[in-house]
């Protein structure tokens, strides 16, 4: 089959979820091995995302929740925004939008102010208060990606960023 895609390997990581096995095997599913050492791999890379935003999140604010992380991201790339939009985006129902929203907004991270293109409408920004935390625990975050993957070609690095961003695409539809 195709090259070893576990290139390094993650043998002490145990079996994260892969269903054990190859194609063929049971709980392979007739799942090439490819595909089979993706899921494995991915389950492993969700894993330590999950542990380590809950780590970020904290820094940011002891009492953000951590699906509210994604949430400031989106602000600060793309400035202000319907709770509409940030709902679409992030895959979430208006009322958990409106929830994590109000909790966003009792925490001091963000504020709305009216629509000027529609009275009826909200749009939702970072206030100071939360731009300057959030860079605070963002820029961390990206010193980590370097340290971790300052061994790595920049090629390598770049490449990765495109498949995921490839991959995130199709993941939204």
Known sequence: MGADVREGGNADEGDEGDGGGNAGEPGGGGVSEEFLALERELTVLLRRARASSGEMVREVHPDLESSAYGLLVRL????RQRATELAAYIGVGK????RQLRALEELGLVAR???????RAWLVHLTEEGRERFGRVRDA????????LGSWEHDDVATLARLLYRLNRGVEG
């Open 76 to 79: 600060e790339e793309r400035g």
């Open 95 to 98: 009322a958990t939008m409106s």
């Open 113 to 119: 102010e009216p629509d000027p293109a529609d009275g």
């Open 141 to 148: 975050r990206r010193a980590r990606y370097v340290r971790e």
